[in-house]
């Protein structure tokens, strides 16, 4: 079983694309410039073959200024016109795949990246970011000219749909074709349960701002795209249930574990062609395994417990993100060595 990591990003929504100017500084590139080599050393020597990384995340530098998501008061509704992708998100994303290829060339058991597109925050309504206040020293001002989320109508709207993946996915699929073997799989987006009617945990909500039928045709337009262009696609469903009940398939079907105590993780039942793979799991310990017992709950044994499911890979969450389900530690990285010991692979020899 491979091993990986979602990175998942170095700075939330700006990791392609400059950021606000009032976050990014005198800074010229995305801060993940400097690190990303030790990173990829580190990771790789620990035995991790996998690195999922937010693309657009939230959208908030793909379409600002002009082009941002607007408000439409009366109808309490964001609209948004996708444009073509900026330049500097695909500079720093073709970037991010030679830094991958010169890694590799210079390293056996190569370490493969996994580009997520959108996050289901994409879809949720927009938020203005907060720059300082140049009258309030104390205080914080909305900035129109950036929006997080506000971006819906991208996935909902047919028309918008069909420009947006034109516009966006082809060319990054076009850059992911000169370093391809850099790809691990292509996701389309990550936990699309929370934002679509009908796959939301609360069934009885019909609330959310895609309908079912939209984030289907969404999904199969860029899976189509995803497979045309010569690589795996892949959707990183929230919750297994969601991902057998909805229909979509791909070559690397995903869920995401996060038990809470009272699920168990079931065994990989999908053919092994195209089998699942656990997309996220927590390396924090208060996200209880069931099965494992209280004194199992070790990121090693839930990589056991993944590998005797049958799953052929399984990415921890997370090595940079700060939440509730995030502990990466020196015990997590001795458990992700211990594993691939066990496994028979190399190890750091330091």
Request: aromatic share 12%.
């Amino acid at each position: 079983m491979l091993v990986g990591v979602n990175y998942p990003w170095f700075d939330y929504g700006w990791d392609f694309g400059l950021g606000p100017p009032a976050w990014r500084g005198a800074r010229t590139t995305p801060r993940w410039y400097p690190e990303i080599d030790r990173h990829l050393t580190h990771l790789h020597d620990l035995g991790v073959r996998i690195v999922r990384w937010f693309v657009l995340a939230d959208g908030l530098t793909y379409g600002t200024g002009g082009q941002a998501p607007a408000l439409d008061l009366a109808a309490a509704a964001w609209h948004f016109d996708p444009p073509p992708v900026g330049l500097d998100i695909l500079d720093h994303f073709r970037e991010l795949l030679q830094r991958f290829a010169a890694f590799n060339a210079a390293h056996q058991d190569p370490i493969t990246l996994l580009p997520v597109l959108i996050d289901f925050h994409f879809c949720r309504s927009g938020m203005p970011i907060l720059e300082p206040d140049p009258a309030d020293p104390q205080g914080k001002v909305s900035n129109p000219d950036w929006i997080k989320q506000g971006r819906a109508e991208a996935i909902a709207d047919a028309t918008k749909r069909r420009t947006f993946l034109d516009a966006v996915l082809e060319p990054l699929l076009q850059i992911s074709q000169q370093n391809a073997e850099a790809i691990y799989a292509w996701e389309l987006i990550n936990e699309p349960d929370w934002v679509t009617n009908a796959w939301h945990p609360g069934h009885h909500r019909n609330d959310q701002p895609i309908d079912v039928d939209a984030m289907k045709d969404f999904l199969a337009d860029g899976i189509e795209r995803v497979q045309r262009a010569g690589f795996k696609a892949t959707v990183g469903f929230a919750l297994v249930e969601t991902l057998l009940a909805s229909g979509v398939t791909a070559e690397v079907n995903q869920f995401h574990h996060y038990p809470g105590g009272t699920r168990v993780l079931p065994p990989q039942l999908f053919d092994p062609r195209f089998p699942a793979i656990v997309g996220e799991f927590a390396t924090a310990t208060n996200d209880v395994w069931p099965e494992l017992g209280i004194q199992g709950q070790t990121v090693l044994n839930r990589l056991l417990r993944a590998d005797a499911q049958g799953y052929p890979a399984a990415i921890a969450w997370s090595f940079l993100a700060t939440d509730r389900h995030t502990s990466w530690s020196r015990a997590v990285e001795r458990d992700v060595v211990a594993f691939r010991r066990r496994q028979g692979g190399p190890v750091p020899s330091h």
